[in-house]
């Protein structure tokens, strides 16, 4: 199973400028994309970080002194700026209280110095974090018994799953386990179990028992001259 969510991450710094009675800004945006493996517990493990690169020109304009007056008035007016350079409003929405904030700030500060004008610069980084699901390890082993390894060995890199301790070893839903290293590795360029091919994206079952067999839906067959009679239907749930 995957998930995705959004992150803004949000630095600033500034300074005073000669500029007589305005502040000014300037926002550069990047962008990145952060895969990670999520197991029941929520511990996450980062598998991998692409950089996107800048994702809009940098952005930079004055702040007239009147706009500075409360964040009300400062936010619709970088609001307007924002928008003319076509910035993607959800991430306007969550930049915009902070380099308002950062830039009344400023100015205040300066009116007790005496100084004149400011320039705040904003680095905002845009990550899109996306989560693969039904990944156990050992902390998840221990809660729900499933310590010991399945298979001695590690089918990527082909030696014993138990030289490294339990620490070291990650478990698919589909119950084949690897060393966690290794898996990270693998799951950078694909998505699936590297021994039974399971998709990792795929829904998980409905029981998360690996290797759990379920009697269910019993089934409805003519059985011979007596009538009918009712067979268990047996579901193999991840045992691929
Ligand atoms: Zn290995
Ligand atoms: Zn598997």
Known sequence: MTSKRYIVDYDSKSHAVESKNSGSFSIRIRAAERHLVRSPSGRETLCKQISLGE??????????????????????????VLSKANMISWIQQRILPKICRDAINMSRNLEETGEEGFLVEAEVEVIKEISLEGFYDFNDYDSVGRLIPTEPDCTICLEELSSGGPKTIMKLRCAHNFHRDCLLTWLRRKHSCPTCR????SPPPRNDLPRMIIFSKEKLTRGGSSG????PQINYLCNR
């Open 228 to 231: 009918f009679k009712f067979f």
């Open 198 to 201: 399971y998709d990792i994206n």
């Open 55 to 80: 994702i809009y020109d940098a952005i930079a304009s004055e702040i007239p002194h009147a706009f500075l007056a409360g964040e009300e008035v400062c936010i619709g007016f970088v609001a307007n």
